[in-house]
């Protein structure tokens, strides 16, 4: 609801109010000169009095001078205009902790509230009872929600986001074909390093349906495989930007296998495709220029690497040398502490008495073979006639005890001989008789084991003959 006072140069009868002229005012009544003039509290009451008889009004305007909650009260003081005025503003801290936007500077916000005087300073300020955004800062206050949200999810994470070739050979450029965004970055490219090969998706940057072109258009730029996509376009208003804005293209954005480079409105342009971008440039011609080095920044980027690769390498060289030098000290005393070694075991073989007379050995061995001669010539008939007293001792004690061992033996054995002499077939033989045998040796005992014409070997008893046989005859036995 509009409102507006004015203040005359003339005392103003308010109704209610006594003793504001004079006419019934008590010239004693405290606080209040005899003439009848107002003392400063009883002037702030009645404006007071009539702030308060104002209806609860619903403001709007921009916000100014926010200068936060209060470190000791939590309340917020600041002020809220238009074009033509302003007007304090107090937020009581309950109020403040029901907001869910954050409260800044040039934020269109809608009031619903109702003024007072605060005494002490006799000031008219506007106490807020509710605060909605409204406006543009209402989408901006959406867009500051969206943005936090992702930021949750990591999308704006510096970690996740992919590292860009500083010198890009191929790019891709997602813009409006029909803008002079497309010709800014081909004569930036071309000025800069014309090296750079550019393609170009073209799609709409603004209005109804634009997100979903950018999208489609950011998938045939990364099906190109080029080194980076730059995403750009000119400036405008905060509402020419919401395209930039929209969930669906910052995700997009975020996904692109691509790295993807936003340069989009002008300086103090912020959109959520920057905030989660692989980098973000203030406009066009700054994006173009962060992926084409002009080419005496790549001269010098050259000449510091071939300073850098030289230091390095003379770094590493004298590093080798001391390293190689350190190996030649090793080397060296270790090869003189061998050859020391050697030296001393050399002297200590040719200080052998062997090597210094090589017969040595042979007069030693001699001389200790001649002396164990002597030895032994000495020490052996007294060993022998021990040995031979010994041997005799215990040959004297074998023979008397095989005596002894072999008397009852030798008794048996005569009895077994006389027996074996009694049927001893030699015996008979000594008596006349012979022994048989026929050609193959066997014993032949009768005369039918015979035919006239065999040849028998006979054993006698005092020698062996061989016989023909030519007559065979019946034993008397048969005949009977």
Request: aromatic share 4%; proline share 5%; glycine share 8%.
């Amino acid at each position: 609801m509009p409102w507006s006072w004015e203040v005359g140069p003339e005392p103003v009868a308010m109704p209610g109010v006594k003793n504001m002229v004079g006419e019934s005012a008590s010239e004693d009544a405290p606080g209040r000169d005899k003439d009848g003039t107002l003392s400063v509290s009883e002037a702030v009451n009645l404006v007071k009095g009539k702030v308060k008889s104002l209806p609860i009004l619903v403001v709007t305007g921009e916000v100014t001078g926010f200068r936060g909650p209060n470190a000791r009260s939590g309340h917020c003081y600041f002020q809220v205009k238009d074009d033509a005025a302003a007007m304090d503003v107090t937020m009581w801290k309950y109020v403040y902790q029901k907001l869910d936007f954050d409260l800044r500077d040039g934020l269109q916000v809608q009031m619903t509230g109702a003024f007072d005087v605060y005494d002490r300073r006799g000031s008219l300020s506007f106490n807020i009872k509710s605060m909605t955004v409204a406006g543009e800062g209402l989408l901006r206050q959406q867009v500051a929600e969206l943005a936090r949200r992702l930021e949750r999810e990591g999308l704006m994470d510096s970690a996740r986001k992919r590292p860009i070739p500083r010198f890009c050979e191929r790019v891709c450029v997602v813009t409006s074909l029909s803008g002079a965004v497309i010709d800014d970055v081909k004569r930036t490219l071309a000025r800069r390093n014309p090296l750079v090969e550019i393609q170009a998706a073209g799609c709409m940057v603004q209005g109804p349906g634009a997100p979903e072109q950018i999208i489609r258009a950011l998938q045939v730029a990364a099906a190109a495989k080029p080194d980076a996509i730059l995403l750009v376009r000119g400036g405008g208003s905060f509402e020419d930007l919401m395209t930039f804005n929209d969930e669906a293209l910052a995700r997009a954005v975020a996904a692109c296998p691509v790295p993807v480079i936003t340069g989009i409105g002008h300086e103090p342009d912020t959109c959520i495709c920057d905030m989660v971008a692989d980098r973000r440039c203030s406009t066009p011609t700054a994006a173009a220029e962060s992926v084409a080095p002009a080419f005496d920044e790549v001269e010098k980027v050259i000449i510091e690497r071939r300073e850098r690769m030289a230091r390095a390498m003379r770094g590493t060289l004298e590093a080798r040398e001391q390293w190689l030098d350190g190996c030649g000290q090793s080397a060296r005393r270790s090869l003189s502490y061998t050859v020391s070694q050697k030296v001393q075991y050399v002297e200590a073989l040719a200080a052998h008495q062997c090597l210094q007379d090589p017969l040595y050995l042979v007069h030693d061995r001699e001389g200790s073979l001649e002396l164990t001669a002597e030895r032994l010539h000495g020490a052996l008939p007294r060993l022998l006639t021990q040995r031979r007293s010994r041997l005799d001792d215990d040959g004297l004690l074998l023979r008397n005890a095989g005596t002894r061992l072999l008397r009852p033996y030798e008794h048996r054995l005569a009895q077994a001989a006389g027996t074996l002499e009694a049927l001893s077939p030699l015996k008979v033989l000594s008596r006349g008789y012979a022994l048989v045998r026929d050609e193959d040796g066997h014993v032949v005992s009768t005369a039918d084991a015979l035919a006239i014409g065999d040849e028998v070997d006979m054993l006698l008893g005092a020698g062996s003959a061989r016989a023909k046989i030519t007559e065979i005859g019946q034993s008397a036995e048969k005949g009977r």
